[in-house]
């Protein structure tokens, strides 16, 4: 009930591709999902959150898709930059009573020039 | 505005001995974590703090880790006895007092842990 559930574990875009990173969830009293962007020997900062009164947010090229009925929600990078190489993280949370931060397992994204 | 301090950055131990990582949290930030990061694992939560006081920390494996901070700033998390898998980095993190679940955490670089 509390897993949050991330694919692919490892992806390799060329520069100017679209990176799709995908995130399943089982409970449905999440009602919060951000994405957190970790660069090695970094901790994870946060990148994008969507909450689910929206189906999509975009942030400059990092778009969150978010599909109610299926529980599911993906993070889309436009225009892939090497820069963009990191690992991220798909999480979720319930809003109520400040409850805590389920991450996923963490895609490795590299991004070659 | 400084971010999220943490020490040791790396730590390399025996099994069965102990250590203590410490973190200093952003500045006035009330609500401070300390999450486990396995090689290839997202990070999971041991225990949460707001303040000085306990929140959440039904993830901690009691009978060897602990966590306290005292006057509601520093943190220290302890391991004793470490196992072998307890190799991960630690990471502490804080969160802005009135942000809720949705308030962003900011994250320290983490203290790598290895257990021989």
């Known amino acids: 009930q509390q897993q949050v559930k991330q694919s692919p574990q490892s992806l390799i875009v060329q520069k100017g591709g679209i990176s799709i990173i995908n995130c399943a969830y089982e409970?449905?009293?999440?009602?919060?999902f951000p994405w957190y962007q970790q660069f090695p020997g970094k901790g994870p900062a946060l990148l994008i959150a969507i909450r689910p009164d929206v189906s999509e947010k975009k942030e400059g090229r990092f778009t969150i898709s978010f599909n109610k009925s299926a529980k599911q929600f993906s993070l889309h990078i436009m225009d892939s930059q090497p820069g963009d190489s990191a690992t991220y993280f798909c999480a979720a949370a319930r809003i109520q009573g400040a409850q805590k931060l389920v991450f996923g397992q963490g895609t490795r994204l590299t991004i070659n020039p | 505005e400084a971010g999220v301090a943490q020490s040791p950055r790396y730590k390399i131990i025996e099994k069965r001995q102990s250590v203590a990582f410490w973190c200093n949290p952003i500045?006035?930030?009330?609500?401070l974590y300390w999450y486990q990061q396995i090689l290839g694992q997202g990070p999971k939560l041991l225990i949460q703090?707001?303040?000085?006081?306990?929140?959440?920390d039904s993830q901690l494996p009691k009978d060897r880790f602990s966590a306290e901070r005292l006057k509601g700033v520093d943190s220290t998390l302890k391991i004793q006895p470490a196992k072998l898998e307890d190799s991960a980095v630690y990471l502490c993190?804080?969160?802005?007092?009135?942000?809720?679940?949705?308030?962003?955490?900011?994250f320290g670089e983490g203290s790598r842990l290895t257990v021989l």
């Open positions: 993190a804080s969160r802005k007092p009135g942000t809720g679940s949705t308030g962003e955490l900011f």
């Open positions: 703090f707001q303040n000085n006081g306990v929140v959440d």
């Open positions: 500045s006035g930030h009330a609500t």
């Open positions: 409970n449905t009293a999440f009602d919060y």
